[in-house]
């Protein structure tokens, strides 16, 4: 029997236990069985990013802390376990069969989506069977070879030719060569990885849209201010997947009232302050800011004087402050 593919490899077990909670805990909060979440962090069960965002908030983690990287302990772990799966599955002739029906489809000049729909499969079985992740039953075959306009004994014969031929060779140990490669957000590798990082990274992807980094918190009379995506919210819908937005948690004391507590401010680094606008200060180049750099900021009414030179002004008390950046602000949101 074929084993279940790794398709998302994950640390979220690490950092359960890391964090001292249960497996049945984890599985409470987030709502899944415990079944389904034993499958998550052995990685043989898919999520999606509402799932994902969830584990994130639960476990108090950063979506990048998810994913495994090379420097990561259990990437050797996820590397070994896979590549022994693939050779179970080759010494069983899966690897063998689903290589030769790829062959077969590529020569026929069809697209993955075509052969599953004339065999009367869904892409994903069709997909796992041809990197030999899944066995194919006899109900199955009939329409397999028919898909291809052969019978089920020429599907086979013609299998066996290429592979007799080396003709198959190549294309299952670059299957094995994929393996190399870790599910790393970012890494040019990752897209290379049949078992895990193509998935992985679209995964990462869609979820980070859906947040922004918070690089600001209340500190004193003004605001902490640090470029660093260690705290993450979910964007709202008009601001998600833009570049350069980020959330600060504005300090009500010096904005005279006119920005409730318990909300969120935030900003976009792509558009300069402009008289009229509200805005992000900080004395400092943000571009040039790295995420050890701390420094104060505060939300400021952009002015202009009489001789047109750009000021921010600040209530509770009333302060003129000339700073180095001012982004735009472009949305408030309240708790």
């Known amino acids: 029997m074929a084993q279940e593919e790794i398709i998302f490899p994950n640390n979220i077990r690490n950092i359960r236990l890391a964090n001292g909670m249960k497996m049945t805990e984890l599985a409470r909060q987030a709502g899944l069985s ?10 043989v069960r898919r ?7 969830n584990i994130c908030n639960i476990l108090g ?12 302990d259990v990437a050797g772990q996820w590397q070994s376990e896979i590549k022994r799966r693939l050779n179970d599955n080759e010494d069983s002739g899966l690897k063998v069969f689903g290589s030769g029906l790829r062959k077969i489809r590529q020569q026929s000049g069809k697209t993955i989506a075509q052969a599953a729909k004339d065999a009367g499969m869904t892409l994903s079985v069709y997909h796992k ?24 004994e020429g599907l086979f014969d013609k299998i066996a030719a290429l592979y007799k031929s ?17 599910l790393e957000p970012g890494s040019p590798m ?23 980094p918070v690089f600001g918190t209340p500190s004193g009379k003004a605001i902490a201010f640090k470029k660093s995506d260690k705290t993450m919210i979910v964007a709202p819908s008009t601001l998600e997947g833009k570049k350069g937005v980020y959330a600060v948690m504005p300090n009500t004391k010096r904005l005279g009232g006119f920005i409730p507590e318990k909300s969120y401010v935030f900003a976009d680094a792509t558009k300069p302050a402009k008289p009229g606008d509200l805005a992000v200060a900080f004395d400092a180049d943000f571009d040039s800011l790295d995420d050890e750099t701390s420094l104060m ?29 001012m982004h735009k602000v472009v949305m408030i949101v309240i708790e």
């Open 297 to 325: 900021a505060q939300i400021v009414s952009v002015k202009q004087d009489s001789k047109g030179k750009i000021f921010g002004q600040i209530a509770s008390p009333d302060e003129k402050i000339s700073a180095q950046t």
């Open 34 to 43: 415990l079944s389904a979440v034993s499958k998550i962090e052995k990685g």
């Open 190 to 212: 990752s897209a290379m990885d049949m078992h895990g990082s193509l998935y992985g990274a679209k995964l990462y992807d869609s979820a980070r849209k859906k947040l922004v």
């Open 61 to 72: 983690c950063k979506l990048s802390d998810i994913f495994i990287k090379e420097s990561d």
């Open 129 to 152: 069977i041809e990197v030999g992740q899944r066995e194919s039953y006899k109900n199955e075959i009939e329409p397999l070879a028919k898909s291809f306009a052969l019978g089920a």
């Open 47 to 53: 999520l999606n990013q509402k799932q994902l965002l």
């Open 166 to 182: 080396g003709e198959l060779n190549k294309q299952i140990s670059k299957v094995k060569e994929r393996v190399k490669s870790v």
